[in-house]
């Protein structure tokens, strides 16, 4: 079955650094694009950052284009996002995700907790 488990949250100062990681199982990882979302109470997830299957296409949310860089790699069936930069309000449950033949699948979400 496709399983997708984060890793890398925690604790950051304003204007630190983490990277995150999704690794995935389940499915053929170089077919399919991926999608990392984040979440914080009361609020819909939302998108975050998109690459295409082969890494050629990225793309971001607007409060985080010039910080968030998202990459791939399709040999370790690994998906990461480095976060430069980050302020209070990234704080949130990060999300790891794939849609494979049309059903949405999540991972159960990394902290990142970005407080001084």
């Known amino acids: 079955q496709v399983q997708l488990v984060e890793s890398g949250g925690g604790l950051v100062q304003p204007g630190g650094s983490l990277r995150l990681s999704c690794t995935a199982s389940g499915f053929t990882f170089s077919n399919y694009p991926m999608s990392w979302y984040r979440q914080v109470p009361e609020k819909a997830r939302e998108l975050v950052a998109f690459i295409a299957n082969r890494g050629d296409f990225t793309n971001y949310a607007g409060s985080v284009k010039g910080r968030f860089t998202i990459s791939r790699d399709n040999a370790m069936n690994t998906v990461y996002l480095q976060m430069n930069n980050l302020k209070p309000e990234d704080t949130a449950v990060y999300y790891c995700?794939?849609?494979?033949?049309?059903?949405?699948?999540w991972g159960k979400g990394t902290l990142v907790t970005v407080s001084s």
């Open positions: 995700n794939s849609r494979v033949n049309r059903v949405d699948y």
